[in-house]
Protein backbone atom coordinates (compact mmCIF):
# COMPACT_ATOMS: atom_id res chain seq x y z
CA UNK A 1 0.00 0.00 0.00
CA UNK A 2 1.68 3.16 -0.90
CA UNK A 3 0.25 5.01 2.20
CA UNK A 4 2.86 2.93 4.29
CA UNK A 5 5.49 3.37 1.69
CA UNK A 6 8.99 5.20 2.60
CA UNK A 7 9.72 8.23 -0.15
CA UNK A 8 13.00 5.29 -0.83
CA UNK A 9 10.99 2.41 -1.34
CA UNK A 10 8.67 4.78 -4.08
CA UNK A 11 11.99 5.67 -5.67
CA UNK A 12 13.19 2.24 -6.00
CA UNK A 13 10.23 0.77 -7.51
CA UNK A 14 9.84 3.76 -9.54
CA UNK A 15 13.16 2.80 -10.76
CA UNK A 16 12.36 -0.56 -11.53
CA UNK A 17 9.05 0.21 -13.43
CA UNK A 18 11.84 2.18 -15.35
CA UNK A 19 13.74 -0.34 -16.51
CA UNK A 20 10.34 -2.25 -17.05
CA UNK A 21 9.59 0.02 -19.79
CA UNK A 22 13.05 0.53 -21.27
CA UNK A 23 13.39 -3.37 -21.61
CA UNK A 24 10.71 -3.42 -23.76
CA UNK A 25 9.16 -6.87 -22.71
CA UNK A 26 5.77 -5.36 -21.47
CA UNK A 27 2.38 -5.55 -23.31
CA UNK A 28 0.91 -2.23 -23.99
CA UNK A 29 -1.76 -3.18 -21.51
CA UNK A 30 0.83 -3.81 -18.95
CA UNK A 31 2.73 -0.76 -20.03
CA UNK A 32 -0.08 1.58 -19.81
CA UNK A 33 -0.80 -0.03 -16.37
CA UNK A 34 2.77 0.48 -14.73
CA UNK A 35 2.73 4.34 -16.69
CA UNK A 36 -0.32 4.70 -14.27
CA UNK A 37 1.52 3.09 -11.14
CA UNK A 38 4.38 5.51 -12.14
CA UNK A 39 2.65 8.62 -12.28
CA UNK A 40 0.75 7.71 -8.64
CA UNK A 41 4.90 7.14 -7.50
CA UNK A 42 5.83 10.44 -8.93
CA UNK A 43 2.74 12.15 -7.12
CA UNK A 44 3.70 10.34 -3.86
CA UNK A 45 7.66 11.63 -4.30
CA UNK A 46 6.18 15.00 -4.71
CA UNK A 47 3.92 15.05 -1.97
CA UNK A 48 6.53 13.94 0.66
CA UNK A 49 9.44 16.43 -0.83
CA UNK A 50 6.50 19.20 -0.47
CA UNK A 51 5.90 18.48 3.13
CA UNK A 52 9.33 17.97 3.87
CA UNK A 53 10.58 21.07 2.60
CA UNK A 54 7.32 23.01 4.79
CA UNK A 55 8.67 20.94 7.70
CA UNK A 56 12.47 22.14 7.28
CA UNK A 57 11.01 26.11 6.53
CA UNK A 58 9.43 25.81 9.90
CA UNK A 59 12.42 24.31 11.70
CA UNK A 60 14.00 27.20 10.00
CA UNK A 61 12.19 29.93 10.37
CA UNK A 62 12.10 28.52 14.48
CA UNK A 63 15.95 28.45 14.86
CA UNK A 64 15.96 32.12 13.42
CA UNK A 65 13.54 33.04 15.72
CA UNK A 66 14.85 31.55 18.61
CA UNK A 67 18.36 33.03 17.74
CA UNK A 68 17.07 37.13 17.95
Known amino acids: DMEQMTY ?3 IKRLD ?3 KMIDGGQLEIDQM ?3 IEEAN ?16 IEK ?3 KG ?5
Open 59 to 61: LWA
Open 40 to 55: HLIAFCNEKLTKADQE
Open 32 to 34: VEK
Open 16 to 18: EIV
Open 8 to 10: SQA
Open 64 to 68: LKSEE
